[in-house]
């Protein structure tokens, strides 16, 4: 079983929106679940976890070592929570998994290697998966799934799910006739981009074309109205 990542945490009694404090001391609150377990509040340092999310980011063990429990935790990153404008970190979540129990997870896609089509031919490459949703236990959960380019060679060449050869312990539930990347000609692409304004621009100049005859319409209707009676 490859080594985990270690990452401690002591037990949190800050809660709701109190827990502002903590970050501005450079701790991140966190929460511990698990199947059949209770949820458990515990901070961890911001500085360690960042360093072990950039490490193992949502697809790896980490040893959780909590103060004043005996046993470490293997725990995943189910959810990380950061503000979209200064990056900082809210809020973990942190799910506890049984090393004996298989579970289902998606690993990213790596893509590596050169494409001679689109180095070559200046084929536009097109990636339509950019994960697998794959199932095993938690120590055979692979790191990442790389995928070579180099075999797209020519217009129209594609790589499948099912060409993707992974180790006997990962099991891959996708559609294994699920196109993962392929490169098409420039041309196609150009052709596909061009569709569309023209598509969505016809019914707007059929809008703006019918506006002043329904102005006009109007402009009568009240006048008719306005027409002192005999």
Do not use: W
Request: proline letters at 6%.
């Amino acid at each position: 079983m490859k080594q985990k990542t270690q990452l401690q945490a002591s037990p949190r009694q800050v809660v709701g929106k109190k827990v502002r404090f903590l970050r501005r001391d450079g701790i991140t609150p966190a929460n511990v679940f698990g199947h059949g377990l209770a949820s458990v509040a515990v901070q961890v340092d911001t500085k360690q976890l960042r360093q072990v999310l950039s490490k193992v980011g949502t697809s790896q063990l980490i040893t959780l070592k909590i103060e004043g429990e005996s046993e470490p935790r293997n725990v995943l990153v189910r959810d990380a929570q950061v503000n979209p404008l200064s990056r900082e970190l809210l809020h973990i979540d942190l799910y506890q998994v049984s090393l004996t129990e298989r579970m289902t997870l998606d690993i990213p896609i790596v893509l590596v290697g050169e494409s001679l089509a689109v180095k070559k031919l200046g084929a536009v490459m097109l990636q339509s998966l950019d994960s697998f949703h794959v199932e095993c236990l938690p120590g055979d959960i692979p790191p990442a799934i790389e995928v070579d380019l180099s075999r797209l060679a020519e217009f129209g060449d594609s790589i499948h799910v099912k060409e993707i050869s992974l180790s006997d312990a990962v099991t891959v539930l996708d559609d294994p006739d699920e196109v993962i990347v392929s490169v098409i000609a420039p041309a196609a692409e150009e052709a596909k981009v061009a569709e569309v304004p023209v598509a969505e621009a016809k019914p707007a100049e059929e809008a703006e074309a019918a506006q002043p005859a329904e102005k006009d319409e109007a402009k009568k209707g009240a006048a008719k109205k306005t027409a002192p009676s005999d």
